[in-house]
Every structure is written in C-alpha cells, then in structure tokens.
C-alpha cells in the first residue's frame, strides 16, 4: 500500500498510500494547483470514525481529537456559537468544501474508541502494523479507521519522509490482511473489502518542528517565532493539522483514483495541493494572517464544538481552483 500525500510531504512512501509530510515542501516552490478527477470511487454518504489509541495519551490529549472529529459534522450555528469569537467559522464549514468534490460529500461521525497503551505491537511499527491495528476497529464500508501513535512510539518514515498517511487495507471476518494498494477496485463483496484508514504520529518528542509546525520552532529554513497552539498541546494540535489533512485526503482520494495532481505514487491532494498555508498572506515559512486569542496569545483559525479552537490547513476549492482559507 502506498502513501497517498497529505501534510506535508518529502518523498512519497511506497505506492498506494497518501502521506503528510514534514515541513521540507514548506520551502519549495509550487507548480500551479489543478486537482483532476481520475474517476475513482470516493467516499461519499455516512461515516464512523473510529479512532485507536496506541500508547500512553491523557484524557485531555484525547478530548482535543475527538471534539475536531465531533465538529466536521455539528451545525455551523451551534459550532460557533460557545466561542468567545464569533467571526471565527466554524469546522463544519471547513469541512463543507470536500462537499465541492464531484460526486459528493462525505459526513463524518466520531465512532468509537480503542486504547491500547501496553503497546501490544511493540514500540516499532511498520505499514504492515499500522493496517493491522487500524483492522482492530472492525472497518467497513460505512466506517474510516485512524491509528494514533504516541510520541515514544516509532513509525517507519516517521518524521524522515512523512507525518502521517491514509491508505487502505483489505479486510475480511474483521481481519485485515496486508496494505492494499490505494489505486483499484471498490470494496468487494461475499464478507471481503478494502476499507480506508488514516494514521497520525503525535510529534511532540520526536519531530515537533517538522510534523508540529507553526507551533514548533523549525529546524531549518525561516524562522519566524512560533504560534501558541490553540489546545496548549503542541503534539495534539499537530495531530489535528495532519489528520485534518488526512481525512481530506481519504474521502477524496480513498483508493488512488479519485482527486489529485502529479503521479499517483506521491500525488497532491486536496490540502497536501495547499502544503503551509492557514490563512491570508502565507508564504514559504510564515502561516498567514490568524486570530490570535486575547487571553491566550493562541492562534486559530476555526471553532468547534464547545467553543474549542483549531488550526486548520488550507483547502484546495475545485470551484475556484485555488487554496481556500477560513480567514
């Protein structure tokens, strides 16, 4: 299974898989934007997530998760109406703009949640583990699975290639059998089909800069001061950017042949198209122009349920052909 790109990406990792990348491609100019439907399946409809939790997080670390999973579905009112600021949109509204990818929209749900902090696989993962646990959370066709992995945890190409990635698996009696590839047919049938799934590393000891920026000051490249992070969790907020992007990434471009720009091994999608860009005025090493919590000093560019507050990436919007910002 390949990586199919997402956050920020370096080198794309195997071939079917999208991967969000640390913060190199911040520093690279881009070619002009323009997604193309390759007419693959997305996902469209009702959908569950359901999260595993592999080490050690704190009921705090994974509330910040699965308040942002709540808000893509709460209504734009209700989002917005428990923050201090009511200029600020909404998460549902960032989310509405994968509704502008032909043939639909995708409505995600928080599902259930699994916590395996004895680290039942080992402290070292491979793509292999990582559909394996995502397989624990008995996927389906109705239903995204995401793996997070604690800081002290290593994922092969962490931090080195990627942050993150969403891909897909084969799966059959709640089993998963090895990473499918992320091109090829819909989910099969007779008990047997591929599910998608998303997996995030939180950086917070091992990459913040790369896989944690802007709330981490960068190893290299412009250095601006970083941003306070909205949830004073830098690992967390990362976490959020990257799944953000992944999920993005998996109704759009689910199995390799739906929304994307560049080979279909290291393709752009709908927010990796967008790499370092949050609000108004960003350029290669500076985020853009951001709300800025007057009590906090935090910076933030949407509100979700409970008046909770993200940062989230830009979009690409394939109605205007450019990366959309909240801001």
């Known amino acids: 299974m390949a990586p199919h790109l997402v956050v920020l990406v370096l080198l794309a990792v195997a071939a079917s898989a999208a991967a969000a990348t640390p913060r190199q491609l911040f520093l690279v100019s881009q070619a002009p934007v323009t997604l193309t439907n390759h007419h693959g399946q997305l996902l469209t409809g009702n959908y569950s997530v359901n999260l595993l939790w592999y080490g050690r997080f704190t009921?705090?670390?994974?509330?910040?998760?699965?308040?942002?999973?709540?808000?893509?579905s709460a209504p734009v009112a209700s989002a917005s109406a428990a923050?201090?600021?009511?200029?600020?949109?909404?998460?549902?509204?960032?989310?509405?703009?994968?509704?502008?990818?032909?043939?639909?929209?995708?409505?995600?749900?928080?599902?259930?949640?699994?916590?395996d902090p004895s680290l039942s696989l080992g402290r070292r993962l491979s793509e292999t583990s990582l559909a394996a646990l995502a397989?624990?959370?008995?996927?389906?066709?109705?239903?995204?699975?995401?793996?997070?992995?604690?800081?002290?945890?290593?994922?092969?190409?962490?931090?080195?290639s990627h942050c993150g990635l969403h891909a897909s698996a084969t799966s059959s009696a709640g089993a998963a059998s090895a990473p499918a590839a992320a091109h090829g047919s819909a989910p099969g049938t007779h008990g047997r089909g591929r599910f998608a799934y998303v997996w995030v590393g939180d950086s917070a000891e091992q990459c913040p800069g790369e896989c944690a920026w802007p709330f981490h000051q960068p190893?290299?490249?412009p250095?601006?001061?970083?941003?306070?992070?909205?949830?004073?969790d830098v690992g967390m907020d990362g976490v959020v950017i990257n799944l953000a992007t992944l999920l993005a990434g998996a109704v759009?471009?689910?199995?390799?042949?739906?929304?994307?720009?560049?080979?279909?091994?290291a393709p752009l999608e709908a927010v990796t198209a967008c790499t370092g860009v949050f609000?108004?005025?960003?350029?290669?090493?500076?985020?853009?122009?951001?709300p800025v919590d007057a009590a906090s000093g935090a910076s933030y560019n949407a509100v979700g349920v409970a008046g909770r507050r993200f940062l989230l990436p830009a979009m690409w919007d394939p109605k205007t052909s450019q990366c959309s910002t909240l801001v």
């Open 219 to 221: 190893a290299y490249g």
């Open 135 to 160: 397989a624990r959370l008995s996927p389906h066709r109705g239903s995204v699975a995401v793996v997070i992995t604690a800081p002290d945890v290593l994922v092969d190409g962490f931090c080195l």
């Open 279 to 290: 609000g108004a005025g960003a350029y290669p090493g500076y985020p853009g122009q951001l």
């Open 252 to 265: 759009t471009n689910p199995y390799g042949g739906g929304f994307f720009q560049g080979p279909a091994e």
């Open 59 to 72: 009921p705090a670390q994974r509330a910040v998760v699965a308040d942002f999973l709540l808000s893509l």
């Open 83 to 115: 923050s201090a600021s009511a200029s600020a949109p909404s998460v549902a509204a960032w989310w509405a703009t994968t509704s502008r990818y032909h043939p639909g929209a995708a409505r995600l749900t928080l599902g259930r949640q699994v916590l």
């Open 223 to 232: 250095q601006a001061p970083p941003l306070v992070a909205p949830n004073a």
